[in-house]
């Protein structure tokens, strides 16, 4: 991975909770796919697996935008800016 110097979208924290939050999303993935064999007619079934696909590969490119997007900046110091008496 090439890091550039103010390119916030490869830091570690923010690799590491998009990495966090894949395998969380697998893993949940995973358990509702065993859940949909299990359940329901066939045509049921494969009706339900289908929508879980679309579903994956919805989220898998919504995560690949986000990996590559700019986390979220928060501030450190807010300062206020008030004119002093007689100032223009």
């Not at 110097?5 to 697998?26: F, I, L, T």
């Not at 045509?43 to 919805?58: S, T």
């Amino acid at each position: 991975m090439n890091i550039v110097p103010g390119d916030w979208s490869h830091s570690p924290d923010h690799q590491e909770r998009v990495a966090q939050e894949r395998r969380k999303m697998e893993l949940a993935f995973a358990a509702r796919g065993r859940t949909l064999e299990r359940i329901g007619l066939p045509q049921v079934r494969n009706h339900r697996r289908m929508q879980l696909e679309r579903e994956q590969a919805d989220w898998r490119a919504d995560l690949a935008r986000r990996g590559q997007a700019m986390p979220e900046l928060n501030p450190l110091l807010f300062i206020a800016v008030i004119a002093a008496e007689g100032a223009p």
